[in-house]
């Protein structure tokens, strides 16, 4: 079945985060997201964001308007492939906003994913990086959505404050992708561009760092 894909509004990017993606969350910051329909059935959304830090484009001389980042694919059960929804979202997105140049991605090692929906899209893989988050009420949750909903996301006022057991969890793996969208990027990118990572390297990492996974993407 083919799928369709919208711009929808922040209730529609909310419900599906909150009931189809492992972090039961919206990320922070401003976001852009297209809902994904299957016939007349809705099966979730791909959502857009400026990324966790303002320097996000630094490394590629791009400045804010230039570089995003795909911060959900929150989907239910479907039949389209994932890689063809993001095809789609990448032309309506760049059709959008004409001046964007380059987006980037995450595979969270800690929850599984090495990137194979980004892999199966011909995104360039730039490498591991290290990475961390805070775990509250037993859940990992990213510094910046600590930071947007409790106004803080310091160990101490968190322990105070919110959970007296919060701590930060360090020695995770983030998987970075690129996907420009303009030759001049793609030229840059593929100068960064490693060996994509395998299912069976990552299980090897984790169960050295110790993380735990969980079904990969």
Excluded at 53 to 60: A, D, E, L, Q, R
Excluded at 183 to 199: D, G, I, N, S, V
Aim: glycine letters at 10%.
């Amino acid at each position: 079945m083919r799928a369709r894909l919208a711009w929808v509004e922040w209730a529609t990017i909310d419900y599906a985060c909150r009931h189809w993606h492992y972090a039961r969350q919206v990320p922070a910051g401003r976001l852009m997201g297209l809902g994904v329909w299957e016939g007349e059935r809705f099966v979730g959304v791909i959502v857009f964001g400026r990324g966790a830090t303002p320097s996000i484009g630094k490394p590629y001389g791009l400045e804010q308007g230039q570089i995003c980042e795909l911060v959900r694919v929150a989907l239910r059960d479907h039949e389209t492939p994932v890689s063809r929804m993001l095809a789609v979202a990448l032309r309506l997105l760049k059709r959008r906003c004409p001046g964007l140049r380059l987006v980037i991605s995450y595979a969270a090692s800690e929850e599984g994913h090495y990137g194979g929906i980004y892999q199966a899209g011909g995104w360039l893989y730039e490498g591991p990086m290290d990475s961390y988050k805070i775990e509250i009420h037993g859940r990992l949750v990213h510094a910046r959505s600590v930071g947007s909903r409790y106004g803080r996301h310091h160990i101490a006022f968190l322990r105070e404050m919110i959970d007296p057991n919060a701590r930060a969890v360090r020695g995770l793996i983030r998987h970075k992708y690129l996907m420009p969208l303009d030759e001049e990027m793609r030229a840059l990118a593929k100068a960064k561009a490693r060996p994509y990572p395998k299912q069976t390297e990552l299980r090897a990492k984790q169960a050295m760092a110790g993380a735990p996974g969980t079904a990969a993407v």
